[in-house]
């Protein structure tokens, strides 16, 4: 079991229809691998609301520290650099 606990953050990304999961679930896995235990994929959305030719993926962001407890600031500062990294390698954009 681990010593220290793991928190959890959800994230609503809108990227290319040609994006798949497995792309994004890399990225987000080499860009954060000591933070990041593993990216959940919850919900793939298509449809009104989306500019055409983008989907919607929401992700859960498993965030776990090996040597301490992290705090929200750590939290929140992860998820700033997938959600940055995600725009910069998909073009995705966070929806609200």
């Not at 860009?31 to 919850?42: C, H, I, K, R």
């Amino acid at each position: 079991l681990p010593h220290f606990p793991w928190i959890r953050r959800d994230i609503s990304i809108e990227v290319g229809e040609s994006t798949e999961w497995a792309q994004v679930a890399r990225a987000i896995r080499s860009g954060l691998p000591t933070m990041v235990n593993e990216p959940v994929l919850f919900d793939y959305f298509r449809g009104p609301g989306l500019s055409a030719g983008r989907k919607s993926l929401a992700i859960g962001l498993i965030l776990q520290d090996s040597s301490r407890t992290l705090t929200d600031q750590d939290a929140d500062r992860s998820v700033a650099e997938v959600v940055k990294l995600l725009e910069g390698e998909f073009g995705a954009r966070l929806r609200g």
